[in-house]
């Protein structure tokens, strides 16, 4: 760390704007975003664990909020940004490990079925869930 | 005839920054996510069903050693890997060092706390069922 109070001199990484738009630069960026999101949301569902340990007021606050109309619509996003960013992530875990997928064509099959897989996952869960 | 041309890439790189830790971080983050590749299914499963019954059948669940142990394995995975994904994008997008500081300092904090909570109240629920 420099100490100064301004940006360090480093060098930067070309902006987004010179490359042409693609679904697997889409996939990256959504791959960040869903994780600052997670980030915020995991301290949202661990309000539940806690609740649950407070006691029995507490509990029903949140079982209140939780299947309010709001609570199920960041219900449904926190499934979907919690499917997408685990199976992009996996799908990093092949290209850094393996080195797996790297082909542009390939490349982009897989970030349309990363978001469809969460799309449809997280519904597919909604359902299985209202079954029960 | 300039100075320049006779400077190496590493003179050019040095000062500016450590570039010890990098690989650290890197395996922390995909062992991490490795682990949680298991426990995030899990957790997600086990949640829908003991949300359905309850705030007792909730308390049951956790009451239990494998969801008790499992559910602080998950908070441990998740929180270390967050906190290393959150301080990624703070260097990325904050150049300022007095603000990027401050704003790393509280990751660290937070998620920290975050699972101090989490662990305390799995526990208590564990212990309160007499188990």
Redesign the interface.
């Given at each position: 760390?420099?100490?100064?109070?301004?940006?360090?001199?480093?060098p930067l990484s070309p902006h987004l704007q010179v490359w042409r738009p693609h679904v697997t630069m889409a996939a990256s960026i959504t791959h960040?975003i869903t994780?600052?999101a997670?980030?915020f949301g995991?301290?949202l569902?661990?309000g539940?664990?806690?609740a649950?340990?407070?006691g029995?007021d507490c509990?029903?606050a949140i079982?209140g909020i939780?299947f309010s109309w709001v609570g199920s619509v960041i219900l449904y996003l926190w499934?979907v940004a919690?499917l997408f960013h685990?199976v992009n992530?996996?799908r990093?875990?092949l290209w850094?490990g393996p080195n797996i997928g790297f082909d542009p064509g390939k490349a982009s099959a897989v970030s349309v079925f990363n978001y469809a897989f969460a799309i449809l996952g997280a519904a597919a869960?909604w359902f299985?869930?209202a079954g029960? | 005839m300039s100075n320049s041309q006779f400077l190496t890439p590493a003179k050019a790189a040095r000062g500016l920054g450590s570039a010890k830790s990098g690989t650290h971080h890197h395996i922390g983050q995909r062992v991490s996510a490795i682990a949680l590749i298991f426990l995030v299914p899990w957790f997600l499963f086990s949640v829908i069903n003991a949300v359905q019954g309850g705030e007792d059948a909730a308390i049951e669940w956790i009451a239990q050693p494998l969801p008790a142990i499992l559910l602080i394995l998950t908070a441990g995975a998740t929180v270390y890997h967050m906190r290393l994904g959150m301080q990624v994008v703070i260097e990325d997008y904050i150049a300022k060092t007095g603000m990027r500081s401050a704003l790393l300092i509280l990751n660290s904090f937070a998620c920290i706390a975050l699972f101090a909570a989490i662990a305390l109240s799995v526990l208590k629920l564990w212990i309160g069922a007499g188990a």
């Open positions: 760390m420099s100490g100064s109070s301004g940006a360090d001199a480093r960040r994780g600052v997670l980030y995991t301290f569902i661990a539940w664990i806690i649950l340990a407070t029995a509990y029903g079982e939780l499934a919690v685990l992530g996996i990093h875990l850094d869960i299985a869930a029960l | -």
